[in-house]
Nanobody
């Protein structure tokens, strides 16, 4: 059983930056593709970014491309989402996810069936 715990959410003004962290149990991100999804109030959950288990591939949603970077620290079993130039429309609960056997792009295209989810961390961007 994989456990994912997000942290780093908070309130920030538009144009600001924030880094989210996802601490995993075990050597999760060396064997599972890791990703971030988000869900804004009244909207469906959507994909943000993914990093393959090999570390060789990343995939980003068009809405965040150029403003977001997904990285990891395998020694700390932690996945990160570095966000900059934040916009009010980035306001959402951000969820960490892990899925075995998927490429980063495949994870981005998955609607459901993700192996493991965190409980989320709230990001609020004010104008």
């Amino acid at each position: 059983q994989v456990q994912l715990v997000e942290s780093g959410g908070g309130s920030v003004q538009a144009g600001g930056s924030l880094t989210l962290s996802c601490a995993a149990s075990g050597r999760t991100f060396s064997t599972y593709t890791g990703g971030w999804f988000r869900q804004a109030p009244g909207k469906e959950r959507e994909f943000v970014a993914a990093l393959s288990w090999s570390g060789e591939d990343t995939y980003y949603a068009d809405s965040v491309k150029g403003r977001v970077t997904i990285t990891r620290n395998l020694a700390k079993n932690t996945l990160f989402l570095l966000m900059s130039k934040l916009k009010p429309e980035d306001t959402a609960v951000y969820y960490c996810a892990a899925h075995r056997g998927a490429t980063a792009q495949a994870m981005g295209l998955m609607k459901d069936g993700i192996d493991y989810w965190g409980k989320g961390t709230l990001v609020t961007v004010s104008s």
